[in-house]
Every structure is written in C-alpha cells, then in structure tokens.
C-alpha cells in the first residue's frame, strides 16, 4: 500500500471518534455525565381517587294498613327479581299515598284493578326518581276490591320499592 493511500485511510478512521462526539453533543442531550445515568423526576403519584360506596336501599317492612307492595332487586349475579303482592282492598272514592325509592335513575309503577275475570283498569301511574323519596296521593273512582301494584319500567333502576297505604298513614 502506498503512502498516500495510508494517509486518505488514517484522517477517515481518525475522524470517526470525533463524529461519534459531536452527534452525542448535538443530539440535545446534556453534556453532563450524570445526566445520563439519572433518569428526569417522576411526579408524586397523585392520591388514589375515593369509588363512590355502593347505595344501599332499606326496603321497609309490611306498614299497618299496606294495601299492596312491588319489590324489584338486582342480586349480586345480575339477575333481576320481582315480587308484587296484594295485601288488602282499595275503596271507592277511597284516598291512597304510594310511596317508594329506588338505586339507579329512575323507575315506572302502575296500580291497576286486579279483579279475577275482568279487565285491568289503571288506577294510577307514575315514574319515581331515584335521588329522592317518592310520595303521590290518588282516589280510587268506581272501583271497590284488591290491586295489582308493579313497576313497569326498570331499565334505569337498580332496586326499588313501591307501596299503596290509605292516606294519612305514617
């Protein structure tokens, strides 16, 4: 190999260190040597945030009076269950508070005539909202005998309580 091949070898093998430098330099990174090693300050973890606690809903027991009751419940398996039962009867121009609550959004109930053989006739009929106790009054007009009380909507409604007493009933 001759000298002048040697010398065009050497500047480029030479040069390759100083390259290696100057693109670490450049490349936005400090030239502190410890900057390199310590990795950038990591914000405190911010304190975990509080789940709201699970609404629980006392369903009450059978009043004095209680002329019907619907129970709706979401159990711990998702599968909804109902219930609706007859407790005593409704009379003409008789005056009724029903009254209820519910977890979720809301919820839709209906009093009907419950007279085996003939046709239901609505009595009243409502939506409760869940973020507040529910009390409404209805008369009963031509109608003597035992109702049907259940929800008709349950969609928004996690569990819930309806029930029928004679107004005036604490």
Do not use: H
Not at 100 to 128: F, H, M, P, Q, W
Not at 140 to 155: E, K, P, R, W
């Amino acid at each position: 190999m001759t000298d002048i091949r040697k010398r065009r070898q050497r500047p480029a093998v030479s040069l390759l260190p100083l390259a290696v430098l100057l693109a670490a330099c450049t490349a936005g990174g400090s030239t502190d040597p410890d900057s390199a090693t310590t990795p950038p300050p990591v914000a405190p973890p911010s304190s975990p945030r509080a789940s709201p606690e699970p609404t629980s809903l006392v369903i009450p027991g059978v009043s004095e009076g209680e002329v019907a009751r619907a129970e709706f419940v979401t159990g711990a398996d998702g599968i909804p269950s109902a219930s609706s039962i007859a407790e005593d009867t409704v009379t003409d121009g008789g005056i009724y508070t029903v009254e209820g609550a519910c977890t979720g959004t809301r919820a839709a109930y209906k009093v009907e005539t419950a007279v085996a053989g003939d046709d239901r006739r609505n009595l009243t009929s409502s939506s409760i909202r869940c973020d507040e106790p529910y009390r409404s009054t209805f008369t009963v007009t031509g109608y003597d005998g035992v109702v049907q009380l259940s929800f008709t909507d349950t969609d928004l409604m996690e569990t819930g309580w309806v029930r029928v007493l004679p107004a005036g009933t604490p």
